[in-house]
């Protein structure tokens, strides 16, 4: 059975300090890294709702055009009737 004397607290503290600066510059790194994702995924998604907004201001220009030119036939169907 091999025993261990207690750390000095001055080499005891000076560990617990190196450990936390350790752990503190690795969360940094890993909150940096997940902040750089997310940044990512919104800009791809920002730009899908765009191209999506896009097509479908498109869409119902399209639909507007077909409406309208549909308008003067109608009319003179009208008129013809009347």
Do not use: F, H, Y
């Not at 190196?18 to 920002?46: C, F, M, P, S, Y």
Request: aromatic letters at 2%.
């Amino acid at each position: 059975m091999l025993l261990l004397a207690p750390q000095s607290g001055k080499w005891a503290r000076a560990q617990i300090q190196l450990k936390n600066v350790q752990l503190r510059d690795r969360i940094t790194g890993i909150v940096k890294n997940a902040l750089a994702q997310v940044r990512l995924n919104t800009d791809e998604i920002k730009a899908g709702v765009r191209e999506k907004a896009g097509q479908l201001k498109q869409l119902g220009q399209d639909k507007l055009v077909a409406q309208l030119d549909r308008v003067p036939a109608a009319l003179d169907a009208g008129k013809t009737a009347g």
